[in-house]
């Protein structure tokens, strides 16, 4: 439900511009489109699915002149809870897709080349790539009820969505290294404090304010905001495109590990019926 001065704008949905799977939601208005990952039951999660829906969704908006500003969202208490554990798990033991055909590398690619403003509106809980994909957003507006936690130690593989660059560039190193190493809880203030997030709203205001900015800047000539991001971009594309083989590599090495494996399996026995 979006509130204040945003409530009188019409949202319609756009599933008929294109395929749109449950798990996400996509609405237009006035050059904005809003993405809502829905898989509130897993705590938005990142499948095989959603991983190729939103990669579908951004490359979709990057195309489509009538779209001037993405924002993301989450449906629930979460923004994302990051990579399905529980499909990771069964990839592992060979009961389903193998990472190596992982939609995550396609997610990555669309991400790192949409070229026109990508707002994250965090209104929950985010960990891995849903703490991650805040490296990449042009602005990022949190809820307080949002947190964020890197989990990678705690599930014995490496960083991942070029954080091991963009963490460190956006925050610090000693910064960077203690929210990618220790597989803590940060707030949304904390999140303001080191660069990642620009302001924390109360949860009812913070996609109005999200919104806000995006109509705000879908209102300015499109050619001067790609402008701007290609030129604010351009000097970092090489190194995120090393830290994302380099991350790769890493991951590729650990995952199926026995660190991992234990972890994997602690998780799979926390969430037995």
């Not at 897993?42 to 924002?71: I, P």
């Not at 208490?77 to 992982?102: C, K, V």
Request: proline share 5%; hydrophobic share 45%.
């Amino acid at each position: 439900m979006k509130s204040g001065w945003l409530a009188d704008v019409t949202w319609p949905s756009v599933d008929s511009l294109c395929h749109t799977p449950s798990m996400l939601q996509i609405e237009d208005s006035e050059g904005v489109r809003l993405l809502t990952l829905d898989r509130p039951e897993a705590l938005n999660a990142f499948n095989q699915e959603l991983y190729h829906a939103l990669a579908s969704a951004l490359d979709d908006s990057a195309d489509d002149d009538s779209v001037s500003v993405v924002v993301l969202t989450g449906s629930g208490r979460a923004f994302s809870a990051g990579n399905d554990l529980i499909e990771m798990g069964a990839q592992l033991s060979g009961s389903a897709e193998r990472p190596g055909s992982s939609g995550f590398p396609t997610l990555m690619d669309a991400v790192v080349e949409f070229p026109k403003p990508f707002i994250c509106a965090v209104n929950g809980l985010a960990l891995g790539i849903g703490a991650t994909i805040l490296g990449h957003a042009d602005l990022a507006f949190m809820s307080t009820d949002a947190r964020i936690k890197c989990p990678f130690s705690s599930l014995g593989v490496a960083p991942e969505a070029a954080s091991s660059y963009t963490f460190p560039r956006i925050m610090g190193r000693q910064q960077a290294s203690w929210v990618l190493m220790s597989s803590k809880w940060f707030s949304s203030q904390q999140c303001v404090e080191m660069g990642l997030a620009i302001s924390v709203h109360e949860p009812d205001d913070l996609l109005d304010v999200a919104l806000g900015h995006a109509v705000e800047l879908a209102a300015l000539p499109l050619v001067s905001l790609m402008a701007t991001k290609r030129l604010i971009g351009a000097h970092h594309r090489a190194s995120i495109e090393l830290a994302r083989s380099g991350e790769d590599a890493a991951f590729a090495e650990l995952m199926g590990g026995p660190a991992n494996l234990e972890a994997l399996q602690a998780f799979a026995e926390r969430n037995v019926d």
